[in-house]
């Protein structure tokens, strides 16, 4: 790549077309995606663009037959992109690069879904990929989407249970594997833990293709397992490529698990048309990026922003997308990311804002960042967890090009709000996600489910229907989807977060109101980990809270009460809870802090304070609550923390 790249700066001061863009899909919302969905290509065009007595809250482009696969790969080739770079896999754990054409993905997606298919995989089968990021798991994912297969993708870092769940819950005929992941300091051996899973789940798949990675081979099981490279060798060599199915717009391409309340995790469905409509115009309006231009989203192909900004956005739009199998710090240092930019000349990068207080913390002057020419880079994205605006400031001020929060969750696919660069750059607030995306009709609702005014906190809240690309339903639990989302405000999805919008119809996104934490960035139920926690032979009762971490954002930290007569020592018995959640949730809960304390804060009825308890750990101001049933056990709280080096404050008078 050329060296000192002229940046084509985008200009805040010039006007804006967002809100004249948001008023008409306001007005006339079938109109607007009626004009956006001519961005792809459909086999038969919809019916209807929106009929509301489908589904729960109506569904989009009902009666379209398309295929993500063809939208995503073929077409672009068809039109002279076969040359271009699709898939930049630069993989530092292992020292890989690989430049993938769209005509290499081409036949590489018709291959691997000639294996699915000699699998006896059919449209409707689902199909599990639990693999680390390499090209492998997009082929599969493409494939999937070729013959119609519903993925669900897992993330490499989760725990044998919670794959196992998964599997319970989607019931693939197939699940796609690899023998290992690669972390920085060690390798992470999945075959075992796929395994493990396949004999806690009780469904069983018929089979299992195992993509041999060199760090690591694992033993296959004759007869249930099947080698990856020599299925894909053997479907190649017979000339068996397979062609694009036509999908119907509202089936499903894929469930990707979220976390929920409880442990049991919640299949958020995607579907097919709404879904590349969406995406599709989000590339250019939302993130400001054109066809052949690279862009990069740093985050796993297990997240939701994987899917959505790895493999389907930049790959239905014709860019280039990378696919970085590393950290931003550590393979081998803080410059990492800078030095992908530099090499492929991205425009975009998409991170969470955890992995820039990583590198902020190691370079906290940017000498890294400027050893490397970055002029390609136009705008940096944040999501997946609220943004500081000090990290914010930092990354703007050593970058030199904006640095745009933008909010969104698994179930919507895409950004709620953002600042549309594509559109002409809004005068966003440092701590604001910025304004709705067209389709949106995001409220702030008090308890009672009345709008409240601007500056007031409340739940945010999103008017029905819903935009293309949002979940239309949970796998196989319409009521858990109906009950969750839509009961508690009429007429809205309710997005468990709470926040405000000022004046200027900015929106603040403060934290959730249930009790998913996010660490590093990952979403996860404190609620899951207490089942762990409460599984205990020793544990009477248990709390799980998240707590303030500097890189991280928020880390879990359990409270336990020991059963009556426990002999054992608690030290003993805390060293086995962490191993148990990192077992059972996985390493990327970073569960490390577990405290014995002889009785937990609740209310009068019984409620544990968590709220408060956070608020101590915290070292934020805290008022005794009212309702508490003994004002004691607060006190205690606090003392467990102190001697766990919590620096804390006194409550508020
Ligand atoms: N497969 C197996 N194990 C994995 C894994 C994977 N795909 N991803 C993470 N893990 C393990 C890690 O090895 C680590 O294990 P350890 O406890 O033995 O060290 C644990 O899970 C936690 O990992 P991680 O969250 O990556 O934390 P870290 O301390 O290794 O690194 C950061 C900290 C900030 C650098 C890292 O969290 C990061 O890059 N975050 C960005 C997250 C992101 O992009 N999220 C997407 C949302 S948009
Ligand atoms: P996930 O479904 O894993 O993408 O997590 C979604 C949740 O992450 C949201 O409900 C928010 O709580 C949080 N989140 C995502 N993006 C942001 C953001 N830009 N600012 C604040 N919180 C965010």
């Known amino acids: ?313 930049p790959l239905i739009t014709g860019c280039t997308t990378v696919l970085y199998e590393g950290k931003p710090v550590g393979t081998p240092d803080a410059g990492a990311f800078w030095r992908v930019v530099a090499e492929y000349g991205v425009v975009a990068l998409f991170t969470a804002p955890t992995a820039l207080r990583a590198i902020k913390k190691e370079d906290p002057e940017g000498r890294l960042m400027s050893a490397h020419d970055i002029s390609s880079l136009r705008t940096l994205f944040l999501a997946g967890e609220r943004a500081d605006p000090d990290t914010v400031r930092w990354a703007q001020a050593k970058l030199g090009v904006p640095v745009v929060d933008h909010w969104w969750q698994t179930e919507t696919g895409w950004a709620i709000a953002g600042n549309p660069v594509g559109l002409g750059r809004l005068p966003v607030p440092a701590g604001s996600t910025g304004v709705p995306m067209p389709g949106y009709r995001v409220d702030i609702l008090d308890e009672a489910g009345h709008v409240v005014e601007a500056n007031r906190m409340g739940a945010v809240a999103i008017r029905l229907p819903m935009p293309p690309g949002c979940l239309p339903t949970l796998w196989e639990q319409k009521e858990r989807f109906v009950e969750t989302y839509l009961t508690e405000f009429p007429g809205y999805y309710k997005t468990a977060d709470a926040g405000f919008r000022d004046p200027d119809g900015n929106l603040f996104i403060m934290g959730r109101t249930d009790d998913i934490i996010n660490v590093a960035g990952h979403r996860l139920s404190t609620g899951g980990m207490e089942e762990v926690l409460a599984s205990h032979p020793d544990v009477a009762e248990c709390a799980v809270i998240g707590v303030h971490d500097e890189i991280k954002g928020e880390v879990p930290c359990g409270f336990v009460v020991l059963k009556a007569g426990v002999a054992r020592g608690p030290d003993e018995i805390e060293r086995e809870i962490v191993a148990m959640v990192r077992e059972r949730v996985g390493p990327v809960a970073a569960f490390r802090l577990a405290i014995t304390v002889s009785r937990l804060p609740k209310t009068r009825s019984g409620k544990i304070l968590r709220g408060t308890m956070k608020k101590i750990a915290d070292g934020e101001a805290w008022a005794m609550p009212a309702t508490i049933d003994d004002p004691g056990t607060l006190g205690e709280i606090a003392d467990a923390l102190k001697t766990r080096g919590f620096a804390l404050t006194a409550p508020a008078a």
């Open 1 to 313: 790549m050329s060296k000192n790249r002229a940046r084509t700066s985008i200009d805040a001061a010039a006007p804006s077309t967002y809100r004249e863009i948001y008023a008409r899909a306001d007005a006339d919302p079938e109109g607007f995606w009626r004009a956006a969905a001519k961005s792809i290509e459909w086999i038969a065009e919809p019916r209807d663009i929106f009929e509301p007595s489908r589904g729960v809250y109506g569904r989009w482009f009902v009666g379209g037959l398309c295929n993500v696969c063809y939208n995503a790969v073929d077409r672009h080739v068809s039109a002279g992109r076969g040359t271009q770079a699709a898939i930049l896999y630069d993989s530092p754990v292992t020292g890989t690069k690989r430049t993938i054409t769209y005509s290499e993905l081409l036949a590489e997606v018709r291959t691997i879904g000639a294996m699915l298919r000699d699998l006896g995989v059919e449209k409707g089968d689902r199909v599990v990929i639990y693999m680390p990021m390499v090209p492998e798991a997009v082929f599969a994912m493409l494939a999937c989407a070729r013959i119609g297969a519903v993925h669900s993708v897992v993330f490499g870092g989760f725990a044998a249970a919670e794959l196992a769940s998964r599997i319970d819950d989607a019931k693939p005929k197939v699940v796609l594997s690899a023998s290992c992941g690669v972390e920085p300091a060690r390798v992470v051996p999945y075959k075992p833990l796929l395994d493990q899973a396949l004999a806690l789940s009780a469904h069983k798949p018929e089979a299992c293709v195992i993509l041999q990675r060199p760090q690591w081979e694992a033993e296959l099981q004759p007869g249930r397992d099947r080698d990856w490279a020599a299925m894909r060798d053997r479907a190649a060599a017979g000339g068996r490529g397979v062609d694009c199915a036509p999908v119907g717009a509202t089936d499903p391409l894929y469930i990707l698990y979220t976390s929920g309340t409880t442990g049991k995790p919640k299949g958020v469905v995607r579907d097919t048309a709404g879904y590349m409509v969406a995406l599709h115009w989000s590339m250019e309006a939302l993130y400001g990026v054109k066809p052949g231009e690279v862009y990069w989203s740093a985050s796993d192909i297990g997240w939701v922003v994987g899917h959505s900004y790895i493999v389907y956005a």
